[in-house]
């Protein structure tokens, strides 16, 4: 295998597995978030409360940039392209 075969390969990679994180961590449609928000009722007073907790949601920017470095991989295996000469 060469160096292209090798660039493509990691491409196809990166970009599957950036999709692949992407929606089993959550799929979230808008920013990378790394806490969410949780309900708890009192019991007692019958008050919802909100509270945090730490939890990492990839967003479209975390898909955005695993496709990028795919992309750039791929782009990257054109330059060890083999150009065949041509022989009489």
């Known amino acids: 295998m060469n160096g ?3 660039l493509r390969v ?3 990679f990166v970009s599957l597995g950036s999709l692949g994180l992407w929606l089993g961590l959550g ?3 808008g920013w990378s978030r790394t806490s969410e928000e949780v ?3 009192d019991e007692v007073t019958g008050i919802e409360g909100i ?3 730490k939890a ?3 967003g479209l920017d975390f898909l955005g940039a695993g496709i990028a470095a795919g ?3 791929a782009g990257l295996s054109f330059l060890f392209a083999r150009t065949k000469h ?3």
């Open 86 to 88: 041509r022989t009489s």
């Open 39 to 41: 309900r708890t009722l």
């Open 4 to 6: 292209m075969h090798i």
């Open 51 to 53: 509270g945090y907790r």
């Open 71 to 73: 992309g750039m991989l």
């Open 10 to 12: 990691l491409a196809a």
């Open 27 to 29: 799929a979230h449609t």
């Open 56 to 58: 990492f949601k990839p």
